[in-house]
Nanobody, 119 residues
Framework: QVQFVESGGGLVQPGGSLRLSCAASGIIFSPYILAWFRQAPGKQRELVAGVSSGGRTNYADPVKGRFTVSRDNAKNTVYLQMNDLRPEDAAVYYC?????????????WGQGTQVTVSS
């Protein structure tokens, strides 16, 4: 059974930084594209950033230049470094293997980690 455990969220002031981690179990991590998603209250889940097995990255326009996604295959962990956080970044953040169809993931969703951006 594949499980994702996200961590690293918290309360941060606008302009601040956080580093999220997502540890996966029950999966051989390395061949997959991994992605971070987020969902704010009352909004649909959105794809934030992805990283391929070879380290190629892509980002949603709202986070380009501010967020950096990376992975450590040996640790089965994917990271999201978030800088210059804005109130609109507040959401629950999740990781998963993207299905390629909308914002669906291949595996079950973890609990996510809450990011709150407020002064």
């Amino acid at each position: 059974q594949v499980q994702f455990v996200e961590s690293g969220g918290g309360l941060v002031q606008p302009g601040g930084s956080l580093r999220l981690s997502c540890a996966a179990s029950g999966i051989i991590f390395s061949p997959y594209i991994l992605a971070w998603f987020r969902q704010a209250p009352g909004k649909q889940r959105e794809l934030v950033a992805g990283v391929s097995s070879g380290g190629r990255t892509n980002y949603a326009d709202p986070v380009k230049g501010r967020f950096t996604v990376s992975r450590d295959n040996a640790k089965n962990t994917v990271y999201l470094q978030m800088n210059d956080l804005r109130p609109e970044d507040a959401a629950v953040y999740y990781c998963n293997v993207p299905s390629g169809i909308g914002t669906a993931g291949i595996f079950s969703w973890g609990q996510g980690t809450q990011v709150t951006v407020s002064s």
